[in-house]
């Protein structure tokens, strides 16, 4: 984690998009800050029969379009400045692609590297306990987010039910499918990736077939994305994850960099199917299109003037800073944002939520066919805003989802 605080960049972000809507001070304030947040301990039985407490964090952003919905990380570094800042992209992302949420995030501050299984199990049945009141398929959905796994759901999910003595699959999405989970949900932030690239190529006349892609982060998002390029004849020249990044400008060889990942406990270096770079390197190597998808802050204002990509797709969360963006503009390079790329996950979140409320479930081609609707439909009113208001993609996916959530905030009288 930088030392930059990522609520105060969130606010920032809030503040220029807000600027350019009519909105009252009041409702202004109101946006620029969660509506609740949850702190407590969590006291955990360990296997060597110690009692040790744990810290977790649920902030519920705002709740004016639907229940809250967002993930739960567990990090050892967690913050409630990264929960506020993650709830309030859920937020804005929720409401850009158009689901009927609000924006939540959840942490716990732990190494889940050092638990073992049975303490894992004990983390997230208290952390369900703590704020079970809070939770539920009206008011507030939790999902997995950094290294929370659907097992973990599982175990959440059992537990809530227990709680209620009652079968309610929908209050947490990402779960395995044996127990309610969506076919399609694993690679769907990928494949919304590929939906918005499409629209990228369609709109901004890239070339797709044509295009040099390089991919910062090799596991779900970006090995997923580079996997799906793979199938679809991409390009990708540049791999990386935390260990080592790789540059083949006659194209990385994905199933192959797949398979030594996987055998390598999810570790690139070694690989021998490139020249080996750094992975600032791979931030500004040739490439028309770059895609950060590990995390935050990695693209700034030293590296953003030596950036040759013609378009930035945001698959990680935050991974731009707010003067970095402004070199981007300047030097007339597309951003595709967070909010809007990243938003496949979500999306079939929602559709999984869906799918336990009326307890009838969908086929891979019905998940895909509904994501793509969502995330074209979306990609094309940001487009269309940018173009109306001569703003940047950020700021005109921020434009449409503030307006959103303050006019559900408007019509319900609040603020
Ligand atoms: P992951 O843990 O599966 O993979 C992360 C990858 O990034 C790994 O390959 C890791 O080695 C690499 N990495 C970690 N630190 C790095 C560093 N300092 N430099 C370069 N690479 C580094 O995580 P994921 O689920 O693929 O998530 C990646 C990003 O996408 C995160 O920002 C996450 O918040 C965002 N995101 C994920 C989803 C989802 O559905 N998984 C949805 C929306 C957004």
């Given at each position: 984690m930088s030392a930059l605080n990522p609520f105060t960049i969130a606010q920032q972000q809030f503040d220029e998009a807000a600027a350019r809507l009519d909105l009252t001070p009041a409702r202004r304030e109101f946006l620029r800050w969660p509506m609740r947040e949850y702190h407590f301990t969590l006291p955990i039985l360990m296997e060597n029969g110690s009692t040790r407490v744990f810290r977790g964090?649920?902030?519920?952003?705002?709740?004016?379009?639907?229940?809250?919905?967002?993930?739960?990380?567990?990090?050892?570094?967690?913050?409630?400045?990264?929960?506020?800042?993650?709830?309030?992209?859920?937020?804005?992302?929720?409401?850009?692609?158009?689901?009927?949420?609000?924006?939540?995030?959840?942490?716990?501050?732990?190494?889940?590297?050092?638990?073992?299984?049975?303490?894992?199990?004990?983390?997230?049945?208290?952390?369900?306990?703590?704020?079970?009141?809070?939770?539920?398929v009206h008011r507030d959905i939790p999902a997995p987010d950094v290294n929370t796994t659907p097992q973990i759901m599982a175990w959440s999910m059992d537990e809530y039910e227990a709680l209620l003595g009652e079968s309610h699959p929908g209050v947490i999405t990402g779960k395995p499918l044996a127990i309610g989970g969506s076919v399609g949900r694993e690679n769907a932030t990928s494949f919304g990736g590929m939906c918005i690239i499409r629209e990228v190529d369609n709109l901004l006349g890239v070339r797709f077939e044509r295009a040099r892609y390089a991919i910062q982060g090799f596991?779900?998002?970006?090995?997923?994305?580079?996997?799906?390029?793979?199938?679809?004849?991409?390009?990708?020249?540049?791999?990386?994850?935390?260990?080592?990044?790789?540059?083949?400008?006659?194209?990385?060889?994905?199933?192959?960099?797949?398979?030594?990942?996987?055998?390598?406990?999810?570790?690139?270096?070694?690989?021998?199917?490139?020249?080996?770079?750094?992975?600032?390197?791979?931030?500004?190597?040739?490439?028309?299109?770059?895609?950060?998808?590990?995390?935050?802050?990695?693209l700034t204002n030293r590296n953003a003037p030596n950036v040759q990509a013609k378009v930035i797709v945001e698959l990680a969360n935050g991974p731009t800073t707010p003067e970095a963006d402004r070199v981007f503009q300047e030097r007339g390079i597309v951003v595709i944002p967070d909010i809007l790329a990243n938003a496949g996950g979500v999306t079939v979140s929602y559709f999984e939520a869906v799918q336990n409320a009326y307890n009838y479930y969908w086929t891979v081609e019905n998940v895909r066919t509904e994501l793509d609707r969502r995330l074209t439909a979306a990609f094309q009113n940001v487009h269309r805003m940018s173009r109306e208001h001569g703003v940047d993609h950020r700021t005109a996916a921020y434009m449409l989802s503030i307006a959103r959530v303050a006019k559900a905030c408007e019509l319900r009288g609040w603020a």
């Open positions: 964090f649920r902030v519920q952003y705002n709740t004016a379009r639907g229940p809250a919905k967002g993930g739960i990380r567990w990090h050892a570094r967690e913050t409630i400045d990264t929960v506020r800042a993650l709830a309030f992209w859920m937020t804005w992302k929720c409401a850009v692609v158009d689901l009927p949420l609000g924006g939540a995030k959840g942490g716990i501050v732990c190494n889940p590297r050092e638990l073992s299984v049975n303490e894992k199990e004990r983390l997230a049945r208290a952390y369900v306990r703590a704020i079970a009141g809070e939770l539920g596991g779900n998002v970006g090995g997923g994305l580079a996997a799906l390029l793979h199938e679809a004849d991409g390009h990708v020249v540049a791999i990386s994850a935390e260990d080592a990044a790789y540059y083949n400008d006659r194209g990385i060889d994905i199933p192959k960099a797949i398979q030594h990942y996987e055998q390598n406990h999810h570790h690139l270096s070694g690989f021998d199917g490139g020249e080996e770079i750094t992975n600032e390197e791979l931030l500004t190597c040739d490439c028309e299109i770059l895609v950060p998808a590990a995390i935050e802050h990695v």
